[in-house]
């Protein structure tokens, strides 16, 4: 299995995700945008996976590889690669179908519940509830075409689906507590009391079990999307 990697910031990685492609002996290339990486031909990639970051997809005059990030993840989805975004990666998708991306009304910040939204039977199926970790202050329009898969109190559009090959999360189910106190180095200031934005020591005070689930249901993401890849 080929995969490839959309990174934006040096401390948003893989996660979680890592040590899953590893197991698989999947070949895992990177484009590194905050190191100047161009990026790579589509053909024979099996899966690209959006990673998060703290700029905007609305953001290509100041940082123009977003226009040539979107093209190269329009083209893929067009030619049947598996696609997977986290946060910022979402709503690269969304934005690379046509759909707005704009600011939510609150930020998301934190470990917070989803709910699985009713939908058809042939996609994804999230927990009627489960907890995860957000840290979000934009949200996006659901693309044409697409399923809405899950939603929160604080983001109506937190995960969608597009025909069987393509999910965009809002959410970090790849968060380990290393990824979590890089987030927290990087993005402290992000931290203004809101609803539902939680205190560094909050967010820092989850259990073991808090990331195994998160992270369980990333594999079972990871899965879902790989079931048809040799």
């Not at 987030?183 to 939680?198: K, M, S, T, Y």
């Amino acid at each position: 299995m080929k995969v490839h990697v959309l990174q934006h910031v040096q401390f948003e990685d893989l996660g979680c995700i890592r040590p899953w492609l590893e197991i698989r002996g999947a070949q895992i290339g990177y484009t590194r945008f905050f190191q100047g990486d161009t990026l790579p031909a589509s053909n024979g990639i099996d899966l690209i996976i959006a990673m998060g970051g703290p700029m905007s997809v609305n953001d290509e005059r100041d940082l123009p590889w977003l226009k040539q990030e979107k093209q190269f993840i329009r083209d893929a989805i067009a030619k049947g690669v598996s696609v997977l975004g986290v946060c910022l990666g979402a709503q690269l998708i969304a934005s690379a179908l046509g759909a707005l991306v704009h600011r939510n009304p609150i930020k998301e910040i934190g470990w917070f519940p989803i709910q699985a939204v009713p939908t058809v039977e042939s996609v994804f199926r999230f927990p009627l509830e489960c907890v995860v970790f957000h840290w979000h202050g934009e949200t996006f329009n659901l693309p044409k075409g697409a399923v809405r898969l899950a939603a929160s109190a604080g983001c109506e559009m937190q995960a969608f689906q597009l025909m069987n090959n393509v999910i965009g999360l809002q959410f970090h189910l790849e968060a380990t507590p290393q990824s979590v106190i890089a987030i927290l180095e990087n993005c402290r200031d992000e931290l203004i009391a809101g609803p539902f934005v939680q205190r560094e020591t909050d967010l820092l005070s989850v259990s073991p079990n808090a990331y195994n689930t998160i992270n369980t249901l990333m594999t079972e993401v990871l899965s879902y999307l790989t079931r048809s890849i040799g």
